[in-house]
Nanobody
Framework: QGPLVESGGGLVQAGGSLTLSCVIS????????MGWFRQAPGKEREFVAT????????DYGDSAKGRFTISRNNAKNTVFLQMNSLNPEDTATYYC??????????????????WGQGTQVTVSS
């Protein structure tokens, strides 16, 4: 396993909810911004959400606004993605990532240095 490990994916019906978790190993987790991305087959990796090192600032991609919430627990080295009102278009592999470059609320894959292995989310209609 790498330094980031996601969990919480699965199969859910449209309208349902899931909470993804990403556990990060390493003592300096709490000093870095974190992000969630997703990638569906044949599509580019898409920005979902990002959170500042303190958790005080967040930013969301258009598809996530109003439905998803990113949060973090620095004491437990964990970042979460609460997903509500899921629809089939949310079906993808979801990845967490860590930005060690001190970019404010990074939104692009190249802003991030380390990635998890991904967790599959499938939403049935």
């Amino acid at each position: 396993q790498g330094p980031l490990v996601e969990s919480g994916g699965g199969l859910v019906q449209a309208g349902g909810s899931l909470t993804l978790s990403c556990v990060i190993s390493g003592p300096t987790f709490s000093t870095y911004a974190m992000g969630w991305f997703r990638q569906a087959p044949g599509k580019e990796r898409e920005f979902v959400a990002t959170i500042s090192w303190s958790g005080g600032m967040t930013d969301y991609g258009d598809s996530a606004k109003g439905r998803f919430t990113i949060s973090r627990n620095n004491a437990k080295n964990t970042v979460f993605l609460q997903m509500n009102s899921l629809n089939p278009e949310d079906t993808a592999t979801y990845y967490c990532a860590i930005d060690t470059n001190w970019i404010d609320l990074p939104r692009y894959p190249d802003d991030y240095d380390y990635w998890g292995q991904g967790t599959q989310v499938t939403v049935s209609s």
